[in-house]
């Protein structure tokens, strides 16, 4: 399976780089990013489901949104996510249905993240494919 994210330097935080063949896989491909970053993603089984209905300004501003609410279900509800099941996409709204457990002996934190950040994020497309920078608050 060919990685879809890589890490890249940076000052004090994590720096995301997500790649994908679609908008919509941006998405995708970065909460898993996110999982496996907080506790591997191997190590999340899928016997919660919730539905998430994310709105905001822009593309951009969308998926900063969807991370950090993954973020704080992740922080204030002790659950965590595996798959994610996009059911709409605009540039103004996501509903997904995620499917994750709860924080447990099989999946410790191996990052402690406080929010994704709008420092020096982006979104690219070049020729079908796209790449998302999200700087991460540790």
Known sequence: MRKYYSLTPHTADIAMVVEADSLENIYFNSARALTDILVGIDSVSESIKREMTIKAVDRDDLLIRFLNELIYVFSVDKVIFSDFNI???????????AK?????????IKIEIKAATYCDFKIEENRGSYKAKVILDV
């Not at 059911?87 to 249905?97: A, G, Q």
């Open 87 to 97: 059911i709409k996409l605009n540039d103004r709204e996501l509903i997904c249905m």
């Open 100 to 108: 994750g457990d709860r924080i447990g002996a099989l999946n410790r």
